[in-house]
Nanobody, 124 residues
Framework: QVQLVESGGGLVQAGGSLRLSCAASGRAFNRIAMGWFRQVPGKEREFVATISLSGDNTYYADSVKGRFTISRDNAKNTVYLQMNSLKPEDTAVYYC?????????????????WGQGTQVTVSS
């Protein structure tokens, strides 16, 4: 089992920045791939970014590439999402997710554990 707790969401103006954190407990953190997703009401959960075990490999959705950065600190069992140049269309509930296996993935159905989500609102 893996428990995930997100933090760092909030209200920010367009062009601003936020950093989300996701603290994990349970399964060995350095053996699981992690990802960030987001969801707005009435839409499916959307992939944002994923990161490998070591943090050396990352993959992003085209919509956030160049603006968002995913990273992890295995010593702290924490994964981060640095969000810069935020746009109103980035407004969503952001979820941290973990897989039982080591391979990165952009598919939400391939993740086994989810946090409760944190709201990010970007005003124009």
């Amino acid at each position: 089992q893996v428990q995930l707790v997100e933090s760092g969401g909030g209200l920010v103006q367009a062009g601003g920045s936020l950093r989300l954190s996701c603290a994990a407990s349970g399964r060995a953190f350095n053996r699981i791939a992690m990802g960030w997703f987001r969801q707005v009401p009435g839409k499916e959960r959307e992939f944002v970014a994923t990161i490998s075990l070591s943090g050396d490999n990352t993959y992003y959705a085209d919509s956030v590439k160049g603006r968002f950065t995913i990273s992890r600190d295995n010593a702290k069992n924490t994964v981060y999402l640095q969000m810069n140049s935020l746009k109103p269309e980035d407004t969503a509930v952001y979820y941290c997710a973990a897989r039982r296996i080591a391979t990165m993935s952009s598919g939400p159905y391939e993740y086994d554990y989810w946090g409760q989500g944190t709201q990010v609102t970007v005003s124009s």
